[in-house]
C-alpha cells in the first residue's frame, strides 16, 4: 500500500479517517443502555510511554474459548520509541505479543516476541493477521461478535494504556502455535 | 498524485460532503455535464464514477433519496433462531461501522480484500427492518401497523424464494465490484446472527449512458417512473419526521418482483403497447401530451368518442384522486438466467419507498389489482416489506433508538 506516492497520499487519509473511525468504535464501547462513551485517554501509571500512543481501528477475532487474536495500527505520536512489553485483558487468563516465523521444519508459526513490540517516534506498527499480533489466551469469557474489548498495554516503562476493540467474526489467522499448547481459536457458533 | 490529480479528487470529495440528499444529483449533473462540455472545461477525472462519494451520517439512511445508481443487490435475511435484542446491537454495530468504512472508500474492519473497497462508485447500503425482526427483538410494541406482509392481490404468484425476511440489505453502486465486495462483507460479518433468505440483484443504464436525471427504462421498453415522488420536493410522502424517535427521518419499503413475459409482450405492436401503458415508448409522453412530463388528460377522446387514454391503461389506473396515494418507485431491471426451454426470466425488481404503506402503497396496488392492461404480461412472483429506519451520527449505530429503547 505504501508503494508509490499516490497511495501514500491515500494512506495517510485513510489514517486520518482511521482515527474518527476509532472514535467511533469507542463511541461504541458502552453497553446496551449505557450512552456514555468509554475514556480514550491513555492511563498513564509509571512512566509517560504509553501516552503517546494511540490504536487505530483495533478489532478481536470472536472467539467463545481458547485463543483470540486483537489487532489493530498502533501510532507514536511521541518524539521518543515506545516499546510494549506486555499486555492483558479481563476476557483472558493472559495476553502474550506474538510474531509470526519459520521453524525448524519451514512451516509459518506464531511465537511470542522476544522483546515486545517496537514503535519509533512518529511511527506506527501494524498488529494484523499473519503478522505481529496480540494473542489474547485462555479466553474466560465468551466473546461474540459485536461485543466490545477491552485491552491493556503495558511500555517498557511500566506505563499502560487501554484500547476497546470489537469483536468480528473471522476465519482467518488460524496460524499454529509454537509456544505452549493451547487449543486454536474456535469458530463462534451462535449469535 | 499530482497536485492537480488531488485537488480534482478533493473537489468530488468535498462536494460530495458538502452535499446531501437529493442534491447530489446536482454532482451527477456537474460530472455529466463536465464530461460532455466545450474543451475550455476541465474534464472530469477519468475514475470519477468509481471515486464518487454519497455520504453516509446523517438524519436519513442514504439509497431512497439519494438519486438511483447504476446496479443494486438486495439483500434479504432471516434471524437465526436464538438472536434476541441483545444480538441485534451487536449486529447494527458492525454493520454500521463497515457501511460508514465501505461508502467512504474505506475497507471494512476486518475486511480481507481492502482493495475492493476503494472504489466506492456512489456505494450506498440502506438497512430494512421486516416485521420478524421485531417479534425477535421482543419489540412488539414497536411495530408500525403498517408493518405486515401486504395482503394478498388476485393478480400475484408469489414464491418463498423471493418473499419476506427479517432483515433487508439494499446495497446500490455504480459498479458491481463494488457491491459484490460490499455484499460478501456485510453477509460474512452477520454470519453468527442471520441466513440469507433471498438476493435480488438489478440494474439500470450503466454511468455514462444515459444523462442524469433521465427515466429509466424497463425491458418491456417502456420510460418506466415518469410521475414520481421527487425528493425534497415530496418529503412529507417519503419520510417520518415525527412519530417514534427510531423512525423519524425513516421511511417504510415494499419489494416486489414483477415477473414480465416478453414472449407474448413480443406479439403486440407499439400502437398496442402504448395503449396499455397510456405513454409512447419513443419518449414516455402521455398519449394526450408530446412531452414526458406533460399531465396526462384522462377526459379527452378521440374522433369516434372513445377516451386516448384507455379507461384500462396503466396510468389511468395506477392514479388516484387522492394526491396522497403516491409513493416514491426506485426499480430496477432483472434479467436472470431462464429456466430449461425459456427465452428469458426477465422483470422489474418494484422497490416503493413511502411514509405509511397502508394508506399510500395499498390503496393504488387494489386498483392494479382490480384492472390494469399490463397485467397480461406482468405477474408478481415477490413480495417483502420493510421499516426503514432512520439514519444515524458517528457514534451512533443504526436502529439505536429501537434496540436500546
Redesign the interface.
Known amino acids: 500500500m505504501n508503494s508509490t506516492?499516490?497511495t501514500t497520499?491515500?494512506t495517510s487519509r485513510?489514517l486520518v479517517?482511521?482515527t474518527?473511525?476509532f472514535?467511533?468504535?469507542f463511541?461504541?464501547t458502552a453497553c446496551?443502555?449505557d450512552?456514555s462513551?468509554a475514556a480514550t485517554t491513555a492511563a498513564v501509571a509509571a512512566g509517560q510511554q504509553a501516552a503517546a500512543l494511540t490504536i487505530t481501528?483495533p478489532?478481536v477475532?470472536?472467539a467463545d474459548s481458547g485463543m483470540m487474536a486483537a489487532f489493530g495500527t498502533l501510532t507514536n505520536d511521541g518524539d521518543t520509541d515506545v516499546r510494549i512489553v506486555s499486555a492483558s485483558a479481563p476476557v483472558a487468563s493472559s495476553v502474550e505479543l506474538h510474531e509470526m516465523a519459520t521453524n525448524d521444519a519451514g512451516q509459518m508459526v506464531m511465537r511470542p516476541k522476544e522483546g515486545g513490540f517496537d514503535i519509533p517516534a512518529g511511527g506506527t506498527h501494524q498488529l494484523a493477521p499473519g503478522g505481529d499480533h496480540l494473542m489474547l489466551m485462555n479466553v474466560t469469557t465468551a466473546v461474540?461478535?459485536?461485543?466490545l474489548v477491552t485491552v491493556t498495554l503495558t511500555a517498557e516503562d511500566g506505563s499502560t494504556v487501554d484500547f476497546t476493540a470489537?469483536a468480528?467474526?473471522?476465519s482467518?489467522g488460524n496460524e499454529a502455535y509454537a509456544g505452549s499448547s493451547a487449543t486454536p481459536t474456535p469458530t463462534?457458533?451462535?449469535? | 498524485?499530482t497536485s492537480d490529480?488531488?485537488g480534482r479528487r478533493a473537489f468530488l470529495q468535498g462536494g460530495a460532503a458538502a452535499l446531501s440528499g437529493a442534491a447530489l444529483a446536482v454532482g451527477g449533473r456537474v460530472a455529466w455535464d463536465a464530461a460532455t462540455a466545450s474543451p475550455a472545461t476541465p474534464p472530469a477525472p477519468s475514475d470519477a464514477v468509481g471515486q464518487s462519494v454519497i455520504p453516509f451520517y446523517g438524519e436519513r439512511q442514504a439509497g431512497v433519496g439519494t438519486p438511483p445508481p447504476a446496479f443494486v443487490s438486495l439483500v434479504a435475511l432471516d434471524l437465526?433462531p436464538?438472536?434476541d435484542?441483545?444480538?441485534l446491537?451487536?449486529?447494527m454495530?458492525?454493520w454500521t461501522?463497515d457501511i460508514?468504512?465501505l461508502t467512504?472508500a474505506?475497507p471494512g474492519?476486518?475486511d480481507?480484500e481492502p482493495e475492493l473497497a476503494?472504489a466506492p462508485a456512489s456505494l450506498t447500503v440502506t438497512v430494512g427492518y421486516g416485521p420478524g425482526l421485531f417479534t425477535a427483538a421482543n419489540l412488539e410494541r414497536e411495530r408500525p401497523d403498517w408493518l405486515t406482509p401486504l395482503p394478498p392481490f388476485s393478480i400475484d404468484r408469489l414464491e418463498d424464494a423471493w418473499s419476506g425476511g427479517d432483515l433487508l440489505l439494499q446495497i446500490g453502486a455504480d459498479d458491481e465490484m463494488t457491491i459484490a465486495h460490499a455484499v460478501r462483507l456485510l453477509v460474512?460479518?452477520a454470519?453468527?446472527?442471520t441466513t440469507v433468505r433471498w438476493v435480488q440483484r438489478g440494474f439500470r443504464h450503466s454511468p455514462g449512458t444515459t444523462k442524469p436525471g433521465t427515466t429509466m427504462r424497463n425491458l418491456m421498453g417502456q420510460v418506466d417512473g415518469t410521475r414520481n415522488l421527487v425528493p425534497g420536493e415530496h418529503d412529507g410522502l417519503i419520510w417520518h419526521d415525527d412519530g417514534p424517535a427510531w423512525l423519524t427521518g425513516g421511511t417504510s419499503m415494499v419489494v416486489r418482483r414483477i415477473a414480465m413475459d416478453l414472449d407474448t409482450w413480443d406479439a403486440l405492436d407499439r400502437s398496442g403497447r402504448e395503449i396499455a401503458m397510456g405513454r409512447r415508448l419513443s419518449d414516455g409522453s402521455p398519449l394526450t401530451g408530446t412531452r414526458e412530463h406533460d399531465e396526462p388528460d384522462l377526459e379527452v377522446v378521440n374522433e369516434i368518442g372513445f377516451p386516448v387514454i384507455d379507461t384500462v391503461a396503466h396510468i389511468r389506473r395506477a392514479r388516484s384522486g387522492n394526491p396522497d396515494e403516491r409513493f416514491l418507485r426506485r426499480p430496477y431491471n432483472y434479467d436472470d438466467p431462464p429456466a430449461p426451454g425459456h427465452l428469458s426470466n426477465s422483470g422489474l425488481l418494484f422497490v416503493t419507498f413511502q411514509r405509511d404503506i397502508t394508506t399510500q402503497f395499498l390503496p393504488i396496488q387494489r386498483r392494479l389489482d382490480q384492472l390494469d392492461l399490463l397485467n397480461k404480461w406482468t405477474t408478481p412472483i415477490g413480495s417483502a416489506v420493510f421499516a426503514v429506519p432512520g439514519g444515524c451520527q458517528?457514534?451512533?449505530?443504526l436502529g439505536q433508538p429501537l434496540?436500546?429503547t
Do not use: N, Y
Not at chain 1, 144 to 147: A, N, R
Not at chain 2, 394 to 397: I, N, P, T, V
Open positions: 506516492p499516490r497520499g491515500r485513510l479517517a482511521g474518527l473511525g472514535a467511533l468504535a463511541a461504541l446496551a443502555g450512552p462513551p481501528d478489532w477475532k470472536a461474540k461478535p459485536g461485543d470489537p468480528r467474526s473471522f482467518g463462534p457458533a451462535a449469535s | 498524485m490529480q488531488l437465526v436464538g438472536a435484542r441483545g444480538a446491537v451487536r449486529l454495530r458492525i461501522d460508514a468504512r467512504q474505506r474492519l476486518a480481507t476503494l460474512k460479518e454470519r453468527t446472527f458517528e457514534g451512533e449505530f434496540l436500546q
